[in-house]
């Protein structure tokens, strides 16, 4: 469980992040963390791992204070996913890259090649196995970068930008992957500008705005208001554009899916047939 | 007249065993607004990397074929001279700035190019002014978000004024609302000043309304080439995963399901909320 109780941070710089979160993300939630540029979201979630540690306020994970431990012992259960790869690999091969950290926990050789392979398989990344990740596009370092902290198995999962220079399919294997990690109890939180894939994945919604948390519910009640998305610098799902332009008192407003959208519609057109 | 042309173009990186391109023929008209996308991988990158002669000159490795830009022979030109016509904005903007302030990233290339201080004084301002960054002047770049990197990156090549603007997912970091104001700049460059506008994005709700061409990739070969109603429309675009717009995905659910729409295929909430209210009206 990760829980934030009045948290400030202000950055050396003394630009002020983060004024006063308070949370509470249970295990096994899906949380989709969204607001615009420099709302503090990467710095709420560096609070998460240790990376960061608050000026004011705790961060406490399973109950332990993040300022009474190590970044190190942090890291095994929760896995961070940088926005930008690059900042992430270093090793010659895509196997390097994900092994790495299995042998600085200390799993076995046995286990460290299992996991390997599991985890290539997980992202679709068998055929560059060998590879240098340097090689690879834009996206397929982004998935080499998730398959690498994937493979230690952590117990909470945050994905910075999980979902750039991913192409639809990708998208769809994420959602999967997400859905199959969250059978497993597993935390996720992803930080992201992504409406349309929080829309198919209706996840637990969290919206900052210079610092503080502004709205917190679940994504068809959030990404439906249009003035709290505006003050977050975020355009609803198309959808559900499609149903605020509509505003016709016989349709719902708070619509995301495409799918939900058709039965809305064809039973409007059913009824009014009658 | 087109702009870009290639034709059988294939490319290899060196120590590939495969080649990242093959057989690529495409042709980009002048003032065109053209979407390349398709998965990670499929040579889009790369393809626009031989718009300014990136590719071969700086990448080495074997290119077959021909690629025409401006009607220069991109094997032919050196890249700064490429440079003049073609603007590139990278993926990653940590890739394209260096400077210590973002007034002098931004007039790097101008510079070079030995533009007097008034021009280059004038470039930049405009350019600052319409990605939003005018209060970023001073600033060093590496200290800037990842969505103002992206900004200040596209302004830079704004700056130089070129033909053809090269885009490589230049908002994949902003926010929606911001990534709105960039696309819409880039619109506005496109419609009011006649740059022709490549554009490489997934993310199609946000920008297939902007196109007047699109081009899909896989496995580094083009696979639809062509007006993006139609291609957007059609079955073939559904059934090989491209993630086409969640309005025309709902326009093609309800036509299936033998609702009265028209036949024009939307690209926008807009144009699909506007269809569905002239249904509506027919049943009130």
Known sequence: MIEAKNVYFTYPNRVEALKGVSIRIGDGEFVALMGENGAGKTTLVKHFNGLLRPSKGTVFIDHVDTTKTSVAKLAKSVGFVFQNPDNQLFCETVEDEIAFALKNFGFEEKTVKKRVTWALNVLGLEHYRRNSPFMLSGGERKRVALASVLAWKPKILILDEPTIGQHHQQKEKLLQFILQMRTQGKTIIIVTHDVEFVAECNPRVLLMKQGKIIADGEARIVLTDPEILTQASIVPPQVTQIFLQLSNPDLPKEVIDVYQAREILLGLMERKKK | ?284
């Open chain 2, 1 to 284: 007249m087109s702009v870009v042309e290639t034709k059988e173009l294939t490319y290899t990186y060196p120590g590939s065993a495969n080649p990242s391109i093959k057989d690529v023929s495409i042709k980009i008209e002048k003032g065109e607004f053209v979407l390349i996308t398709g998965p990670s991988g499929c040579g889009k990158t790369t393809l626009c990397r031989c718009f300014n002669g990136l590719i071969p000159h700086f990448y080495q490795g074997e290119l077959k074929g021909e690629v025409t830009v401006v009607g220069l022979k991109v094997l032919e030109q050196p890249i700064y001279q490429l440079a003049k016509s073609v603007g590139l904005v990278f993926q990653n903007p940590e890739n394209q700035l260096f400077a210590l302030s973002v007034e002098k990233d931004v007039a790097f290339g101008l510079e070079n190019l030995g533009i007097p201080r008034e021009s280059i004084q004038k470039k930049v301002d405009w350019a600052l002014e319409l990605t939003g960054t005018c209060d970023l002047r001073e600033r060093a770049p590496h200290e800037l978000s990842g969505g103002q990197q992206q900004r200040v990156a596209i302004a830079s090549v704004l700056a130089m004024q070129p033909e053809i603007i090269v885009l490589d997912e230049p908002t994949s970091f902003l926010d929606p609302l911001g990534a709105k104001k960039i696309f819409d700049v880039i619109n506005d460059l496109n419609k009011n000043l006649g740059i022709t506008v490549v554009l490489v994005e997934h993310r199609l709700d946000l920008t297939a309304r902007y196109a007047n061409h699109i081009i899909i990739m896989d496995d580094g070969e083009v696979i639809f080439d062509g007006e993006p109603r139609e291609v957007l429309g059609s079955k073939e675009a559904r059934l090989i995963g491209v993630g086409i717009p969640k309005p025309t995905l709902l326009y093609q659910l309800l036509k299936k399901d033998g609702m009265n729409l028209m036949s024009t295929v939307p690209l926008s909430s807009e144009e699909m909320a506007s269809m569905l209210k002239e249904v509506l009206k027919d049943y009130d």
